[in-house]
């Protein structure tokens, strides 16, 4: 049997999930069961949909179009309060916007800044795909949908700034969450190794949480950006469980994206109940 195929996200709040398959004798023996590949939120999706994957970290608003999944538990990316990466920037007051660029490497965050302008504010603008340049963006386009290690860089001063999580919050009352780890029906089965997939990547979204100093210090040089603020965001901000309040957050979310005709309508919400997966022959 051959490894399971992992497609994860190459950004920063990924960074705690992956820690036990990147670091010591823990990495190595995973290693033995996991083929690993980082890629952009949206590409994840894709490589399940494709069966490229057999386990990807993908936006929410991928299960809504991708049959026979299922969600390992209690493993999210989400946001209690403001997240301080998924961010709107305009040039006018957001009642003004008539057009918006969207950073498509996540269609969650695209169909969440929809659903925010549509039913909570009350206007209908119009939505372009663009490459994540703020600049170039803005010159086109009223405001600019930012996600992922490019907001967090991102120069906002002088522009209409709303994090969407925020505001996600102020209008519901409730945590959005933004992606989670989902597996290929297709790839679980009782005849395996004695797998247990849930436990595995708990375990190292644990030990990651607890190594967030060091996390930090390995990424601030990378994204140029202060080792404090890193440490912040994993901590204050990205909130990884999938906790009831999380999943009632969660499922409104589907339901106004559908009732707006933004995502197809969700199916039931199915979590990884036998952790054994058969590898690929």
């Given amino acids: 049997m051959s490894r399971l195929r992992v497609s994860a996200i190459s950004f920063l709040n990924t960074a705690p999930l992956m820690w036990d398959f990147e670091h010591g004798e823990t990495a190595a023996r995973l290693k033995q069961h996991f083929e690993v590949a980082y890629t952009v939120p949206s590409r994840c999706a894709e490589d399940l949909k494709e069966g490229r994957a057999d386990i990807g970290i993908i936006p929410v608003a991928a299960y809504t179009s991708i049959p026979g999944l299922v969600i390992i538990p209690d493993i999210a990316i989400a946001a209690k309060k403001e997240v301080r990466s998924i961010l709107l920037v305009s040039k006018v007051p957001v009642e003004k916007i008539r057009s918006v660029a969207t950073d498509d490497s996540s269609r969650t965050s695209a169909a969440l800044v929809e659903v925010f302008l549509r039913r909570f504010i009350g206007i209908d603008p119009g939505f372009q795909r663009q490459r994540a340049d703020l600049r170039e963006m803005l010159h086109w386009h009223d405001a600019g949908l930012l996600i992922g290690d490019v907001a967090l860089q991102a120069q906002t001063s002088g522009y209409y700034v709303y994090d969407l999580a925020e505001q996600w919050q102020r209008w519901t009352g409730r ?35 607890q190594q967030i100093p060091t996390i930090a210090k390995s990424w601030g040089p990378r994204l140029d950006l202060p080792v404090g603020l890193i440490s912040e965001y994993l901590t204050r901000n990205i909130d990884y469980t999938l906790d009831s309040e999380n999943l009632e957050g969660l499922r409104l979310f589907y339901r106004y994206a559908a009732e707006y005709g933004v995502l197809p309508a969700a199916p039931e919400i199915r979590f990884l109940e036998q952790p054994r997966l058969a590898t690929q022959a």
């Avoid at 005849?191 to 849930?198: E, K, R």
């Fill in 175 to 209: 945590p959005f969450v933004f992606a989670f780890w989902a597996v290929r029906g297709a790839a679980l089965s009782e005849s395996d190794a004695g797998l247990n997939v849930s436990e595995v990547f708990q375990q190292s979204r644990n030990n990651g949480l």
